[in-house]
Structures are given as C-alpha cells and as structure tokens.
C-alpha cells in the first residue's frame, strides 16, 4: 500500500498536522515579513488540512476547539494591526490546544492486553480479513493457533458486515471466551448509515459482553471523513469495556512488504504479520 495512504489510515497525518500547524504558528511570530511568513502559511494550512482529513476519531467540539484556535493564532500572526500581546496569547493558546489535542488520541494508540490460559478459547468474528479469499492461504486466526497452541475458532465469512457478525456470534458457544471482533470495513466501503453500523455493533458487543464474553475489537483504518465509524467503535468499547486494538497496528500489518494481495486483503505474509500482533495482545497466565 501507498505509504502515503498508510500514513492517513493509521493516524500518523494526525500528529504530523498537528505539530506542522504548531510549528507555523510559533515561528509566524519570529517571521513577520517576507517568504518566510508565506512558507509558513503554507505550512500551516497544510497542517490544518492533515488534521482534518485524518479522520481521527475524536469528538467533533475538540476539533472545533482546535481549529479555531490554531486559526486565531495564524490570522494574527498575519495582521499587520494585531499587538504582541495578542499575537503571543493567541500562539500560547494555540499551543495548549494542540498539545491537548495529541494528548487526547494517544491512549487510543497503546496496545491492549487480555490475560488467557491454556484452557481459554478464542472466537473470531470477521469478514475476508479474517476469512482469506479462497486462495489457499493460511489465515491469521489458524496461523494464532499455530503459534500459541491456543484453541481458535474462526467463524468469519468473505463480505460480511456488522450485521453478518451478528449471526456469526451465534456460534460463540463456549463459556468465557475471548472474542475477536474483526468487522466494519465493509460497511465504511459501502457506505452504510454511521447511525445503522452504531446500531448493530453495540447489539454485538452488548450480547457477547452479557454473556460474559471479553472482546478485542480491531479499530477501523478510516478514509477522510468518516470519523463516525471509528467514534462508533470507541464509544461502544468504552461503554461495555471492550479492549480495542489500535487502527495503526492492522494498518502496520497492511504496509508489511508482500502483505496484501491487492492493498487490503491479505497474502501469507500478511496473515503471519496479522497473527503475530494478535498473539502479542493474548497475555498467557
């Protein structure tokens, strides 16, 4: 996959946006005339832009906070009538912004952990992702089996989607497992109602976490504009107390060199890669 387009999916266009657009605004005040100033614009424009189309899934009044002070601080460092005290608070706020910004995502980034025994099983829930696409492959879920000598059952299909995954859970029968849930692409690649998807994925979540199920949910890598899938999931995990696996560790595994057959599904080498982070998350007791 293009790696400017991994950057996007796994939230890296996020930080870097952020710290272009600081950069800028801090620099604007050393920098009152000339190319300079205008290379700066630039600079922070783009990073606004970055920010913006990252799809981050934060709430949308933290955007707002941030854009406009990270505007204020740009326009004023521009106005030729703007005092140095103004200037400066402005730059000052701008900053605290950014930095609460970045603050608020990077929990999300953190590799989760869930505690398994020898007797623990694992469920996976999913589409292609999980499933392969009849190719011969060796698909992550046996290729964690493999690994760990954990029992892993798979109960994924190609194309399904959130509501597919609830039919799949019916075949959650063991008492106490772990279930992976690995599900949601296609509904963003088809354009399902962000409200719809909300919907299904916490009848899901909300059924397997009653049944006293614990869940890994697998964080979508989101296109511009579609911070409502992602914002889905995170509030739906937090409400039941799901661990969620970071969009930039399934990004890591689509940028893995020979990862994909065609940018997203993926080859031996990218179900291996895949395997391998999910075995990181199951901490043997």
Same mark, same amino acid.
């Given at each position: %996959?293009?790696?400017?387009?991994?950057? /996007?999916?796994? $939230?890296?266009? /996020?930080?870097? @946006?952020? !710290? %272009?657009?600081?950069? &800028?605004? +801090?620099?604007?005040?050393?920098?009152?005339?000339?190319?300079v100033r205008s290379i700066l614009n630039v600079l922070a424009?783009?990073?606004?832009?970055?920010?913006?189309? #990252?799809?981050? =899934?934060?709430? *949308?009044? !933290?955007?707002? +906070?941030?854009?406009?002070?990270?505007? !204020?601080?740009?326009? &004023?460092?521009?106005m030729a009538t703007s005092t140095r005290n103004v200037r400066f608070v402005l730059a000052g706020l701008a900053a605290a912004a950014t930095v609460a910004f970045a603050l608020a995502e990077l929990p999300h980034r953190q590799m989760p952990h869930i505690?398994?025994? =020898?007797?623990?099983?694992?469920?996976?829930? $999913?589409? #292609?992702?999980s499933a392969g696409m009849g190719t011969g492959h060796k698909c992550w879920p046996a290729v *964690? &089996?493999?690994?760990?000598? +954990?029992?892993?059952?798979?109960?994924?299909? =190609?194309?399904?989607?959130?509501?597919? &995954?609830?039919?799949?859970?019916? @075949?959650?029968?063991?008492?106490?497992?772990v279930v992976i849930v690995e599900i949601g692409g296609?509904?963003? +690649?088809?354009?399902?109602?962000p409200a719809i998807f909300a919907?299904? *994925?916490e009848m899901l979540v909300s059924s397997l976490r009653a049944r006293n199920h614990r869940v890994l949910l697998i964080e979508l890598p989101l296109y511009p504009f579609k911070n409502a899938f992602g914002m889905a999931q995170r509030r739906i995990a937090a409400k039941y107390n799901v661990a969620v696996l970071p969009k930039r560790c399934f990004t890591k595994v689509l940028g893995t060199k020979n990862g994909t057959l065609d940018g997203l599904h993926l080859s031996q080498e990218g179900h291996d890669a895949m395997a391998g982070i999910i075995a990181e998350v199951l901490r043997k007791e």
């Open positions: %996959m293009n790696p400017i387009l991994l950057c /996007f999916a796994d $939230g890296t266009s /996020f930080f870097v @946006g952020l !710290a %272009m657009t600081l950069v &800028a605004d +801090l620099l604007i005040l050393r920098f009152r005339v000339g190319r424009v783009t990073g606004i832009i970055f920010v913006v189309i #990252s799809a981050t =899934p934060l709430p *949308l009044w !933290a955007y707002a +906070l941030w854009l406009i002070a990270a505007t !204020a601080a740009l326009v &004023a460092g521009n505690d398994v025994s =020898p007797r623990t099983t694992i469920y996976v829930l $999913g589409d #292609s992702i *964690l &089996a493999d690994t760990t000598g +954990l029992s892993v059952v798979s109960l994924a299909q =190609p194309g399904a989607t959130v509501r597919g &995954a609830l039919k799949q859970s019916y @075949g959650v029968v063991e008492p106490g497992a296609i509904d963003v +690649l088809e354009g399902t109602d919907e299904q *994925l």
